[in-house]
């Protein structure tokens, strides 16, 4: 069985104006056992706080969690879903293993370390995502007889202010109240000085403290008098069926690009550098290649630098969808193969891509977003005292588009904190394989 669709990836994140990077993503695959196809691409995204261990332990094992369970190897789209909350359940249990080896607070308290967690599995033709926090997941799609891309959110922000989540944190004991004008889920901190466990008798303070409603970690926000966290682990989970004749993209970003750029502005970015770059690879004179993730993550900073806050910890990861086949990059090689030295005007599949090849650096400079379109509500993040190593995939390419071969286990890229790593465009086929 193939997975249905071809894949080109790109992954790009800066640390902005933070003290620590805190963001991670992943993108893995795992072949068949002939070696001739995949059983699955998994794409995954993570915002960390107040400390950088949360996001590092779902990077680590969230998928994993998942794939162990004979569930997920089902053909019913519900056990694959149940797979996936099952495995984000299991990962946030697994934390309370992990917390007393994570940086304490400045009080001494265990670590508040928590993480958003986005994710994506492509497998047999259908997408089937997973999600908490206000990280998200944009589908880009072109309907029939237009030229424009469109944007189809496949996730929702869990803020403490939406009635559905406020309710179920009230019904957990928990409180939501304003600082600074962001909606926060309250932290009932044991009051500085503490020692020992808490009781009924500990005098609590309560701290406005995290504008997410769900997450992974967190750990602060057991209640254990009803055995619920007020910050829930509990992930929407949703299966859509690839048609690869409108769907082009999916753009996985934490909220340092989404709180700057609407989903139908991060899109649009996306579909002006693929045409770039189809045109670019037809033309011998027009060389550069883009890679859409840096540019969606450079347009967020310069739009961060612009309402004069400190920039976000950035991160993106863009995989592009196409037919099943020879790889896109094949497939551009071979139609060049086609044309005459002269007197043939290179055309690519979008109608207008020669000019707006031409037009593309101005396109790509400029942004049509209101300044209020998008309002901020990221919390001020605890810095954390850790720091993480930069692994750098041994596929990397400069400014180019090539094929990889797929191993037989996962090949995992990661986001740390020492630089700004990117995933260069590289095709991952359903059926390339010798």
């Known amino acids: 069985?193939?997975?249905?669709?071809?894949?080109?990836?790109?992954?790009?994140?800066?640390?902005?104006?933070?003290?620590?990077?805190?963001?991670?993503?992943?993108?893995?695959?795992?072949?068949?056992?002939?070696?001739?196809?995949?059983?699955?691409?998994?794409?995954?995204?993570?915002?960390?706080?107040?400390?950088a261990e949360a996001a590092a332990f779902a990077k680590e094992h969230l998928m994993e969690s998942i794939i162990k369970h004979k569930s997920f190897w089902s053909d019913n789209d519900e056990e694959v879903l149940r797979a996936i909350k099952d495995?984000?359940?299991a990962t946030h249990y697994a934390m309370w293993k992990e917390q007393e080896k994570?940086?304490?607070?400045?009080?001494?308290?265990?670590?508040?370390?928590?993480?958003?967690?986005?994710?994506?599995?492509?497998?047999?033709g259908k997408i089937y995502v997973g999600h908490v926090g206000d990280s998200g997941i944009v589908l880009g799609y072109q309907p029939p007889n237009t030229a424009e891309w469109k944007a189809k959110p496949l996730t929702r922000d869990h803020k403490p202010e939406n009635a559905e989540e406020m309710s179920r944190i009230q019904q957990c004991g928990?409180?939501?109240?304003?600082?600074?004008?962001?909606?926060?889920?309250?932290?009932?901190?044991?009051?500085i000085g503490h020692q020992g466990p808490v009781r009924r008798s500990t005098l609590i303070d309560e701290i406005p403290f995290l504008a997410v409603a769900r997450s992974l970690g967190d750990l602060w926000s057991y209640n254990s008098r009803i055995n619920q966290f007020i910050v829930s682990p509990n992930p929407d989970c949703s299966v859509i069926t690839i048609d690869t004749s409108i769907h082009r993209c999916l753009i996985f970003?934490?909220?340092?690009l989404y709180n700057m750029l609407s989903p139908h502005m991060a899109v649009a970015i996306v579909h002006q550098t693929e045409k770039h770059n189809e045109f670019a690879a037809l033309n011998e004179v027009h060389k550069a290649w883009l890679n859409p993730s840096k540019l969606l993550v450079e347009r967020a900073l310069e739009r961060w630098h612009t309402t004069n806050m400190r920039a976000d910890n950035t991160s993106v990861v863009t995989l592009m969808l196409d037919p099943p086949g020879p790889p896109r990059a094949q497939v551009l090689k071979d139609r060049k193969k086609n044309y005459p030295a002269t007197g043939l005007?290179?055309?690519?599949?979008?109608?207008?891509?020669?000019?707006?090849?031409?037009?593309?650096?101005?396109?790509?400079?400029?942004s049509n977003l209101e300044a209020d379109e998008h309002p901020i509500t990221k919390e001020d993040i605890a810095p954390s005292t850790s720091q993480t190593h930069v692994e750098v995939p041994a596929n990397k390419v400069e400014n180019s588009v090539s094929d990889i071969v797929a191993p037989k286990t996962e090949v995992m890229t990661n986001c740390s904190t020492n630089s700004d790593p990117v995933i260069t465009s590289s095709d991952v086929s359903s059926n390339t394989f010798p």
């Open 102 to 124: 994570w940086p304490r607070t400045a009080s001494g308290l265990p670590s508040t370390a928590g993480t958003t967690a986005s994710v994506a599995f492509i497998r047999r």
């Open 87 to 89: 495995g984000y359940i």
């Open 1 to 51: 069985m193939s997975i249905g669709v071809n894949l080109r990836v790109t992954g790009y994140c800066r640390q902005g104006g933070r003290k620590y990077m805190e963001d991670f993503f992943s993108v893995a695959y795992q072949q068949t056992e002939d070696e001739k196809d995949l059983e699955y691409a998994f794409i995954g995204i993570y915002d960390g706080h107040g400390g």
């Open 253 to 256: 970003g934490t909220d340092g």
């Open 174 to 191: 928990g409180k939501v109240v304003l600082k600074s004008g962001v909606p926060r889920v309250v932290w009932n901190r044991p009051r």
């Open 345 to 366: 005007k290179i055309m690519t599949r979008f109608k207008d891509a020669e000019q707006n090849a031409n037009d593309c650096s101005t396109c790509l400079e400029k």
